[in-house]
């Protein structure tokens, strides 16, 4: 028999830093540094996590939160940038795939925006939550369906999603139609209080258990200081506490470790990739136990853009490139 394919993982639960710009960063580059003499091969970091999740969206009115905003606009990430360059770099040094989630800068807008580099360092994934959730929408913009690629790594398939975008069945069954091998799934953790926990953990395992795959889940952690500089008031730093699950869940929808629900640390597990076929030779959600027939998916994955050539105007007409593509030569221009 072949030897069997074990891949090494890694889900950290971590307090960001909000008092330093970079400081985040550093943590998450000692953190790597931590899983690699570990012998971990993947690792998972929590949603938005550099420079951090903007907590102070979801207790504070948006009259309220200009100055927050602004600062976060100021440490977001550029991709491609120094941060990522960071990232690359140590990924490269240790061979490891590492999934981050950040605020990503384009211009004069914010993203939800997840990464995936490759054991080499290169970026083989960048996309951007499609949809942002209630208080969210008043600091992302929304992404669109390129992103929703699985990742051929070194090591294996890797998808990801943000939070909620599990709670869309059709996002998580565009992955699983690309056999994703290992998603991973990142939440702010720290909100909302313990039954987010609790719909994270149900969430986790239902994908494990119908895509047939392992999933690695990171969610953040707030000190009770942070959550004091949110909020000073008592009853909204209730917000702000609990709704952590850091946990590794196989294609079974078993853990394969304790799983992390407060203060930080990091969840290892080993993920024997046989699993994935002892779990799809009974139930295959894109294969056999799919009915293409009867129901199937369609995608617009071409990236939004606010100019295109190929766009169509309002009124149905075609703009000129469209014309000329349509009929295969230059269109009639009445004077």
Known sequence: MPPKRIVRAAAVQIAPDFERPGGTLEKVCAAIDEAARKGVQLIVFPETFVPYYPYFSFVRPPVASGAEHMRLYEEAVVVPG???QAVAERARRHGMVVVLGVNERDHGSLYNTQLIFDTDGELLLKRRK???????????????????KVAETRIAKVGALACWEHYNPLARYALMTQ??????????GSLVGPIFSEQIEVTIRHHA??????VVNATGWLTEQQIESVTSDPNLQKALRGGCNTAIVSPEGQHLAPPLREGEGMVIADLDMSLITKRKRMMDSVGHYARPELLSLAINDRPATTSSPMTDFPDGSMNLERQREHVGREPAIDD
């Open 179 to 188: 056999h994703e091998e290992i998603h991973c799934s990142q939440f702010p």
């Open 209 to 214: 258990l119908e895509s047939g795959c392992f």
């Open 82 to 84: 120094p941060v990522t």
């Open 130 to 148: 499609i949809t942002p959730t209630f208080h969210e929408r008043m600091i992302w913009g929304q992404g669109d369906a390129s992103g929703l």
